[in-house]
C-alpha cells in the first residue's frame, strides 16, 4: 500500500472512532445542508415530471399527431386534399366574441370553439352531465346545443338548460365543460370556454372578412412514423400557406419554455438557499473544530501530520454532508408525488409518478460542492493553528488565513458549483448574471459587516452600559457582527427584491396602467359598421376619446430571406414570432410611438412596401434598417423593407403592433378595423350601456373590457408572486438556520463573557439588554442592505427590463426593517438564555 493510502486509512479510522459521539452541534449543519438540496432536487423533479407529461401525452394534448393551424382563413381545396391524405383530419375553429342573454339583460365576452364530428381525435372531452360530445351539441330546429365552462355560468347568473345569443345563432346550454383535452394546447384564454358545432358556427354570422379567426387542422396520421418529416413536406409544397405546424412532441412548446424556465428560476433561488446554507456549514465546522481543539492538539503533540489531521475532519463532514444530502434527496423525490396531486387538473401530470435520477444527482452535486468549498477553509485554519496555541484554549479566530492549497481548493469548488448550475441552465446569461450578483451580495455583505465593526470601534463613548457593552461587542474579536449580516442579509435581499417587483407591477395593473388603459377593446369592426358602431359610442361616451386603426393578422415567415424557423432566436424576442400577430398600415407615425432610427414613409408613398418595427423587439431578434421581414396574410407571402425603428409604450395598453406597414402594403386587401375608447368619467353603468347597446346592435363584434383582462393578469401575478415567495422563504429559512447556528457557535465565548460579568458585578437584566441592543443594531444593520440591495435589483428588473416605471414602497421597507429585528433580537436571544443561566464555577476552572 502507498503512503498515501496508508495515510487515507489512518484518517478513515479516526475519523469513524470520532463518529461515535453522535451528531451534537451539526443538526443545522445537516438541515442547511437538507433544505438546499432539497429544494433543488424537488423543484427539477416535478419539472421534469411536468415536461414530461407534456412530451408523453403530447397526441392528448395536441389532440391529434400534427396540427395545421391558419389564422384568418380555411385551407384551399388544394391545401384540404393534402391534409385528408395524410389520415383521419378534425376541424375546429376559434375565435373571441361576445356571448349574450336572449333579454339583452347581460353579455360576456367567450372563447368560442367550433368542432366538427370527428373531434378529438384523441384524448377524452368530459362533460357534466357527460353525455357524448355530438349529442350535447346537436342542432334542435333553431337552436345548436353549446357546453360552456362552469365561470360563464357564475358570470351570466345562468344554468344549464338556459339559453344565449351568440352573433346570430341562439343556442342552449346542455352541460359545463370537465375536461378539454386539447385546451393546453390552444394556449391561454382570457375567458370563459363556449364549445359549439361548425354549423352553429357558420349560423352564428361571425367569421366574416378580416375577423379574428383560427383554423385547426388536426390529424390522426395513417403513418405516424412520417410525422417527423411532414413539416418540412409542407412547407415545400406549400410555401405560401403560412400555416403554423406542432406535432405531437412539441404539442405545448409555449407551456414547456415557461415551465423550464419557471423551473430555472426556482432552481436558482434553490442554490441561493444552499450558498447561504454554506455560511451556516462553515459556522458549524468552525464550531466543531473549536470543540475539538484539544482533541486536535493531542494529534499534533503525537506526531500527526497536519494532512491527516485535516483529512480526519474532511472525511467527517462529507459522511455528515452526505446524510443532509441524503435528507435532501428523500425530498426531492417525493415532491413529485405530492405536487401531482395539486396540479393534477391544471397542468398536464404523468399517469405514474417516478423518480428523476437525473434531478436527484444534479442536486446532490451542488450539496457536496457546497460542501466542501465551505468547509475547507475552516479545515485549514484547523491545519495551520500550533498545538501550544491549542492547549492555550485559544480559538480559530486568532489563525492566520489558510495556506494557499486550501483557498485553491475553495476557490476551485465554488468555480465548479459556478461551472454546474450555468452548464444545466436552459438561460446561460440569466444564470451567470443572478451568480454573480450572489457573489458580490457575499462581498459586499463583508463589507457592510467590516464597516459596522469600524463604526463600533470608532463610536463615542455612551453614558449606559449594557449599550457600551453591546456597542463593544460588536467590534470584538470573535464578534458575531460579521455571521449575523451573512446569515440573514442575502435572505432578506432576495425577499425585498420579488416584494417590490410584486408591488410595483400590482401599482401598474391597478393604478397607473389601469388609469391610462382604454376602457374597451372593440375588435373585427366591419367597415360597414363602423359608422353606426361610432354612433352607439358617441352617443354613450360624447367626451371619450375614440382611435381606430385598420386591423389584419400575419406570422412572421422569414428575415432577409431565411426561414425564421431555422434561426436561433434569443428568448426575449421568441414571442414575435410564436402565432400570428397583428399588424396595421399608417401613412403617419402612430401618436403613441416615437421614431428612435430611420425615417417615416411620406403621405403618398407608391413604391417598395415597407414597416416600422418596434425598437427593441427588433434589437431582440438582431434586425437592422434595411433588412427584409417577409409576413403571410391570409395565404400570401409579403415581404417589406425595415424603413425605421419606433420606441412602442406597450405599457399604456393602447393600440400598439410590433409591425406597422406603409399602407400600399395592403391596398385592396380585406379587413376588419380596431378600436378603442377611453373615457376616464365613465361609471361602471355607463360602460356597462356601451356594451349592452354595441352587442345588441353588431353581435359579431367582440368587445373587451380592459378592466376585466386587468383584473384576470393581477390574479395571474399574484399566483406567480404566491410561488415565487414560497420559494424564496426557503432562502430565508436557510437564513434562520445559520444565524441561529452562527449564535450556537459562539456560545462558548458568549459564557465566558457572560460568566466575567456576572462575576464582576453584572446582572441578568444587564446582560440581557446588551444582548437585545447588539442584535438590534446588527438586525437594523442587515434590515438597510436589504432594502438598499433589494432595491436596486428591482429597480433594475422593473425599469431596465420591464420598462416599467419603478418607485421604491415604504409599507415593504417597514415590514423587511421589523423583520430583520424580530429574527435577530428573537433568535439572539433565544439562543443566549442558556448562557446567562451559566454558573460561574465550572466555566472560571476551565479558563
Request: charged share 15%.
Amino acid at each position: 500500500m502507498t503512503r498515501f493510502g496508508q495515510r487515507l486509512g489512518t484518517a478513515w479510522r479516526l475519523a469513524l472512532r470520532e463518529m461515535r459521539g453522535g451528531l451534537s452541534g451539526f443538526y443545522i449543519f445537516l438541515a442547511c445542508i437538507a433544505l438546499g438540496t432539497g429544494a433543488i432536487a424537488a423543484v427539477n423533479s416535478v419539472s421534469r415530471a411536468i415536461t414530461g407529461a407534456i412530451a408523453t401525452q403530447g397526441q392528448d394534448i395536441l389532440a391529434g399527431d400534427i396540427r395545421f393551424e391558419l389564422d384568418n382563413r380555411e385551407a384551399a381545396p388544394e391545401e384540404l386534399a393534402f391534409l385528408q391524405s395524410l389520415g383521419e383530419l378534425s376541424v375546429s375553429t376559434g375565435l373571441r366574441s361576445m356571448a349574450r342573454v336572449p333579454d339583452g339583460s347581460d353579455q360576456g365576452l367567450v372563447e368560442v370553439k367550433a368542432v366538427d364530428g370527428a373531434y378529438p381525435l384523441y384524448g377524452e372531452f368530459e362533460a357534466e352531465p357527460n353525455l357524448p360530445l355530438a349529442e350535447l351539441l346537436q342542432q334542435d330546429g333553431e337552436v345548436f346545443g353549446a357546453v360552456a365552462a362552469p365561470l360563464l355560468l357564475d358570470r351570466l347568473g345562468i344554468r344549464v338548460g338556459d339559453e344565449l345569443l351568440l352573433g346570430n345563432a341562439r343556442l342552449r346550454l346542455a352541460a359545463t365543460v370537465a375536461s378539454e383535452p386539447d385546451a393546453i394546447s390552444d394556449g391561454f384564454g382570457f375567458a370563459p370556454r363556449l364549445l359549439i358545432s361548425r354549423e352553429a358556427l357558420m349560423a352564428s354570422g361571425l367569421v366574416q372578412t378580416g375577423s379574428l379567426v383560427e383554423h385547426a387542422y388536426k390529424i390522426r396520421l395513417d403513418q405516424p412514423a412520417v410525422r417527423s418529416t411532414l413539416p418540412a413536406r409542407a412547407a415545400a409544397e406549400f410555401p405560401n400557406a403560412g400555416w403554423s405546424i406542432r406535432t405531437a412532441d412539441r404539442a405545448a412548446p409555449s407551456l414547456t419554455e415557461n415551465v423550464e424556465r419557471f423551473s430555472q428560476f426556482l432552481t436558482l433561488v434553490g442554490l441561493t438557499a444552499l450558498i447561504v446554507g454554506g455560511v451556516g456549514v462553515a459556522n458549524a465546522v468552525r464550531a466543531f473544530l473549536d470543540a475539538k481543539r484539544t482533541t486536535i492538539a493531542t494529534f499534533k503533540c503525537l506526531g500527526a501530520p497536519a494532512a491527516i489531521i485535516a483529512a480526519v475532519y474532511l472525511i467527517q463532514i462529507l459522511m455528515l454532508a452526505a446524510i443532509g444530502i441524503a435528507i435532501g434527496l428523500v425530498i426531492g423525490a417525493v415532491a413529485p408525488f405530492i405536487a401531482m396531486r395539486f396540479l393534477e387538473g391544471v397542468l398536464p401530470v404523468p399517469e405514474e409518478v417516478v423518480f428523476y435520477p437525473g434531478a436527484l444527482a444534479m442536486a446532490a452535486l451542488f450539496g457536496l460542492l457546497i460542501t466542501f468549498a465551505f468547509s475547507v477553509l475552516p479545515l485549514g485554519h484547523a491545519r495551520e493553528v500550533p498545538a501550544t496555541a491549542l492547549f492555550r484554549e485559544q480559538s480559530f479566530d486568532q489563525a492566520r488565513f489558510p495556506s494557499w492549497p486550501y483557498v485553491l481548493a475553495a476557490a476551485a469548488a465554488l468555480a465548479a458549483l459556478a461551472s454546474l448550475a450555468i452548464a444545466t441552465a436552459e438561460e446561460r446569461f440569466i444564470a451567470s448574471v443572478f451568480l454573480a450578483a450572489v457573489a458580490g451580495a457575499f462581498i459586499l455583505l463583508r463589507l457592510v459587516a467590516l464597516l459596522i465593526s469600524a463604526l463600533a470601534r470608532r463610536s463615542p463613548r455612551v453614558n449606559s452600559p449594557a449599550l457600551r457593552l453591546a456597542i463593544g461587542n460588536i467590534h470584538r474579536p470573535g464578534a458575531l457582527t460579521s455571521s449575523v449580516v451573512l446569515s440573514l442579509g442575502l435572505g432578506l435581499a432576495l425577499l425585498v427584491t420579488l416584494a417590490l417587483i410584486d408591488g410595483n407591477l400590482r401599482r401598474q395593473l391597478t393604478g397607473r396602467m389601469a388609469e391610462q388603459a382604454p376602457n374597451f377593446f372593440f375588435v373585427d369592426i366591419q367597415s360597414a359598421e363602423r359608422e353606426g358602431f361610432l354612433d352607439i359610442l358617441h352617443k354613450h361616451a360624447p367626451e371619450g376619446k375614440i382611435n381606430q386603426v385598420p386591423m389584419l393578422r400575419g406570422r412572421i415567415i422569414a428575415f432577409n430571406d431565411q426561414d425564421v424557423a431555422q434561426m436561433n432566436v434569443p428568448p426575449g424576442g421568441r414571442w414575435v414570432l410564436r402565432g400570428d400577430r397583428g399588424i396595421t398600415y399608417e401613412e403617419t407615425l402612430p401618436t403613441n410611438s416615437t421614431l428612435t432610427e430611420g425615417t417615416w414613409w411620406p403621405r403618398d408613398h407608391d413604391g417598395e412596401p415597407l414597416v416600422s418595427f418596434s425598437a427593441e423587439e427588433a434589437g431582440e431578434l438582431g434586425l437592422a434598417i434595411g433588412d427584409t421581414v417577409t409576413v403571410n396574410v391570409l395565404g400570401r407571402n409579403i415581404t417589406a423593407r425595415i424603413a425605421n425603428f419606433r420606441q412602442v409604450e406597450w405599457e399604456s395598453l393602447s393600440i400598439n403592433f410590433v409591425m406597422v406597414f406603409s399602407p400600399n402594403t395592403f391596398r385592396g386587401a380585406p379587413h376588419a378595423w380596431l378600436a378603442t375608447l377611453t373615457d376616464p368619467d365613465a361609471t361602471a353603468t355607463e360602460e356597462a350601456a356601451i356594451l349592452r347597446d354595441v352587442t345588441g346592435a353588431y353581435p359579431t363584434i367582440t368587445s373587451v373590457r380592459v378592466k376585466d383582462a386587468i383584473d384576470i393578469v393581477d390574479q395571474l401575478v399574484g399566483q406567480l408572486a404566491t410561488a415565487i415567495r414560497a420559494a424564496a422563504a426557503v432562502a430565508l429559512v436557510a437564513s434562520v438556520l445559520v444565524l441561529a447556528g452562527a449564535l450556537a457557535a459562539g456560545n462558548r465565548a458568549r459564557t465566558h463573557d457572560a460568566v466575567i460579568l456576572k462575576t464582576l458585578g453584572g446582572t441578568r437584566a444587564l446582560l440581557i439588554r446588551a444582548f437585545s441592543y447588539e442584535y438590534m443594531i446588527l438586525g437594523a444593520a442587515t434590515a438597510v442592505f436589504a432594502l438598499v440591495a433589494g432595491g436596486t435589483a428591482s429597480w433594475l428588473v422593473v425599469s431596465r427590463i420591464m420598462n416599467l416605471p419603478s418607485i421604491f414602497l415604504p409599507d415593504v421597507a417597514l415590514v423587511t426593517l421589523l423583520g430583520a429585528l424580530v429574527l435577530t433580537v428573537g433568535i439572539g436571544l433565544i439562543g443566549t438564555w442558556r448562557v446567562l443561566g451559566q454558573k460561574a464555577g465550572p466555566v472560571l476552572r476551565e479558563l
